[in-house]
Each structure stands twice: as structure tokens, then as C-alpha cells.
């Protein structure tokens, strides 16, 4: 994990500042410092004047912080918070208030939600990225709240440094794989580099032996050849090393994220001859995300649910949304990281390609159950701007009742509603499912991202 840099603000008014206050500001540098992957910035006491803070600002231009939190112990002056926020090119601020005490003889103890309402007002004309901690220290609520900031943070950070290989392009037909690279680069950040499929297939043709290798025993780590249903000839060879090709591809053009166009010309003899499902789920599995059917979005979509959820994500189609539950499923490419404990995966031939039976290879195995995450990230109606769906629910126990990765979901608004929001408001069909109920986390960052948000929950 990269490190994510955290400046750290405590900030006071002279007057009013006290013992309890410097325990919880202790505390909080206690909790941020348990943080995996996260660096904490900080001074060695509370900031109670202007030039103590512009001492301070020296240094973290140097150190240049991801992000600032700002820990209003009491009131405090508006200047501090959009300075710093603007000298380090408009950062995501992080504003942290506590509840007020008991005002003990009819005196104010802090105001710290005062102070934060003021600042919340400044970011928000200054059109800089904010969040909102309302907790005290060293409290589950503040642990929950303050972590869930700093991934939606982070967050941020992976999308403007995402680099996206595209390989081939979308598929056939599929507008719903269309992407605008200039409007996904200009909002969100994330660069598409092109790759053609015909380097691919020579990649894999040209790769050395300890390279076939080496891409075998990690195929072979996610699952086992089925014992009657495995591909045939040298189908298992081609997957092989098409996955070798992906991660080497992977590293020459240095991109971080995958989108591939898994068919036809991957499926056809006389250009490859296999069904790529499998390959894409190990990608997955190896961190080296990859979205089915060339689509860029729902590969943004897949990065922002691991980033979230900190598990891997699930690249589907919804294709049940009635009755108790809907399905998520698809094909045979989810990362086998996200198996339903005591189901062993298999390498399979496809149920659907050619009929079935006839092209491997696939990795089949239902879905683990937990709280789950179903989004969408696409464009609005007309192209101008992004929106996201969001739909919440809890992902039963479920069988291999079809082939391919199936999870079965009971969705907290009910299938009628799910149904309806996708129709009436024309949303691709392709989904990002995670882990979590990530919902408040997802509309944290549509709000910083100028995103509309659709939640249906």
C-alpha cells in the first residue's frame, strides 16, 4: 500500500486552551499513528496563533501532505484551514469538530462545531474538497469516522494517479462500455492508455519459459483444473500465457488498471481460440484489476471499490432483480479471493461460448455472503459530467445454481425499486460490487468529485 500523508492540525484559541484538550490531542495523533499505510504530519503542541501555524506550513510544503485534518479542540481562527488547503494545491481537508461539554458554570468549553461550521463554509466557496468528523477522541465513533474520511481521501489521490490500460477497446454493440477520455481525465483523473490486442496474442506466443512458469503457478494457486470439465488441448497453455502477457503488458505501458475486450477476436481459432474469463479473474486476484468487455468506467468503478472496501471487487451483470433477491453474477472472472469459504474453485470449460463445453477456460465458484456494495459509475444523459448508482443490501449464502460466479443479494430497497432506478434512468449494465456498506463512503466522494449520486437503499 502507498503511503498516504496526513497533515495533522490542532488548533485552539490561547485563552481557552487546557489539560483535557492536550489529552485529546494525544489521543487522535494516538489513533492516526495505527493507521496502516498512513504517515502523520504533526506539530508537538496545539496551534493557538497565526504565526505559529505559518511556521508549521513551511515544513508541510516540503513534506507535501495527501490530505489535512483539522481538529478544532475549541473555536479557532477561519484563516488557518483554507491557507494551508491552498498552498498545498487545494487538498481534501478533513474537518474534525468534538461534541461540546457540559458548560459547567454557563461557560462555553470549546465551540469546536462552531469552528468547523465556519470552515465548512470556506472550502465550500473556496471549491475545496471536505469531509466532516463529529466525534471525540479515542471513541469508536471517531475511529469509524476518521478512517472512512482518509479512504475516501485516498481515494481521491489512486483516481488522479490511475493509469488505465484499455486493451482492444469495448466489445461489439456494447455503448455501455463507451468511454470519453478527455471528460474521465478532466473530472476524475484517471489517463487511458490503448493496447492492442494484436501485441497481446504476440506477447503471449513470445514468452519465455520460466515466464510461462511462473504465470502458471499463480493460476494454479487460485484454483485446480476441473477433473471432466477442464479446457482441452492447448487451451490451458493459451490461458496461461495470455495472464503472462497481461501482468508484462501491464508493466511496459505502466498502467496500474486493466479493461479488456474479451471477445470475439480472443474467442476465435484463428486469431486465439479460448474464452478469457478466467484470465481476467486472476489478474484480479493478483492486484492487477482488470474489467471484462473493455469498459473503462466500470474499471474506475472496480478501483474505487477496492480502495473503499480494501477487498477485491466484483466486475457484473445484474442479471435477476425480482422476487426476494436479485443476482449478481457473470461469467467466470471473479477474483477467486472472493469464493464462499468451503467451495473450492475450478478452471472450467465456458457454459455459454460456442454452445459450452467446448472453450475453457472460466473460474467458477458462487460468491462469499457479507454486507455488500452493488455501484455504477457512468455518465450523465447527455455527456457532460459523471453520476453513480448506488445500491446497498446483504449477500446470501448461495449455491452454484448457475454457472459461471453467482451471489444472490437481498437488497435493502427491495428489487422493485432496484429494478425501477435502472430502467427509468437508462444505467449501464455492468457493476462494481464490493464489500461493506460503503454507500456514506461513496457519497462522500461524489460530493468532492462533483459526481451525482444515486442511491437506492
Not at 43 to 70: G, Q
Not at 173 to 192: A, D, H, I, K, Q
Not at 398 to 422: Q, S
Amino acid at each position: 500500500m502507498q503511503s498516504f500523508k496526513i497533515g495533522y492540525l490542532p488548533l485552539s484559541k490561547v485563552n481557552w486552551t487546557n489539560d483535557t484538550l492536550e489529552a485529546a490531542r494525544e489521543n487522535a495523533l494516538k489513533f492516526l499513528n495505527t493507521l496502516p499505510g498512513v504517515e502523520v504530519l504533526a506539530p508537538e503542541r496545539m496551534l493557538t496563533l497565526e504565526t505559529e501555524a505559518v511556521e508549521l506550513l513551511d515544513r508541510f510544503e516540503k513534506e507535501r501532505p495527501d490530505a489535512l485534518l483539522v481538529h478544532f479542540m475549541t473555536f479557532s481562527l477561519g484563516v488557518v484551514p483554507p491557507l494551508f488547503a491552498q498552498r498545498l494545491g487545494n487538498i481534501p481537508v478533513i474537518l474534525w469538530s468534538m461534541p461540546e461539554p457540559d458548560p459547567a458554570g454557563g461557560r462555553l468549553q470549546n465551540n469546536s462545531f462552531c469552528a468547523a461550521n465556519m470552515n465548512a463554509h470556506h472550502m465550500y466557496r473556496l471549491h475545496i474538497p471536505y469531509f466532516h468528523v463529529h466525534a471525540n477522541p479515542a471513541t469508536p465513533e471517531a475511529a469509524g469516522q476518521l478512517s472512512r474520511a482518509i479512504a475516501v481521501a485516498r481515494t481521491m489521490k489512486a483516481l488522479r494517479r490511475m493509469r488505465i490500460g484499455l486493451v482492444g477497446g469495448r466489445v461489439p454493440g456494447f455503448y455501455t462500455s463507451c468511454v470519453s477520455e478527455m471528460l474521465l481525465r478532466r473530472e476524475l483523473g484517471p489517463e487511458v492508455k490503448l493496447i492492442t490486442e494484436h501485441e497481446v496474442f504476440t506477447t503471449a506466443k513470445n514468452l519465455a519459459p520460466e515466464e510461462v512458469e511462473a504465470a502458471k503457478a499463480e493460476i494454479l494457486s487460485d484454483a485446480p483444473l476441473h477433473p471432466t470439465d477442464g479446457p482441452k488441448g492447448d487451451q490451458f497453455d493459451k490461458a496461461v500465457r495470455l495472464y503472462g502477457a497481461m501482468v508484462k503488458l501491464k508493466g511496459k505501458f505502466l498502467v496500474d488498471t486493466l479493461a479488456m475486450r474479451c471477445w470475439p477476436e480472443v474467442i476465435l481459432d484463428g486469431l486465439y481460440g479460448i474464452a478469457v474469463c478466467s484470465t481476467m479473474g486472476h489478474l484480479t486476484n493478483h492486484g492487477h484489476l482488470c474489467a471484462c468487455e473493455g469498459d473503462v468506467y466500470g474499471a474506475v468503478m472496480m478501483r474505487i471499490g477496492q480502495e473503499l472496501s480494501g477487498d477485491k471487487p466484483f466486475f457484473c451483470d445484474l442479471i435477476v432483480c425480482e422476487g426476494d433477491y436479485g443476482v449478481a453474477w457473470h461469467c467466470g472472472a471473479a477474483p477467486c479471493a472472493l469464493c464462499k469459504p468451503g467451495f473450492e474453485p475450478s478452471l472450467r470449460c465456458s457454459a455459454t461460448v460456442e454452445g459450452g463445453g467446448v472453450k475453457g477456460v472460466t473460474d467458477e465458484f458462487p460468491l462469499k455472503p457479507g454486507r455488500v456494495t452493488l455501484a455504477r459509475l457512468g455518465e450523465t444523459r447527455d455527456g457532460d459530467g459523471f453520476r453513480m448508482l448506488v445500491c446497498t443490501g446483504d449477500g446470501l449464502d448461495t449455491d452454484l445454481f448457475v454457472r459461471g460466479n453467482p451471489l444472490k443479494i437481498k437488497f435493502d430497497a427491495g428489487c422493485e425499486a432496484v429494478r425501477k432506478e435502472v430502467i427509468e434512468n437508462g444505467w449501464e449494465h455492468h457493476y462494481a460490487l464490493m464489500y461493506g456498506d460503503q454507500s456514506q463512503a461513496l457519497s462522500d466522494l461524489c460530493r468532492n468529485l462533483g459526481i451525482e449520486f444515486h442511491c437506492v437503499k
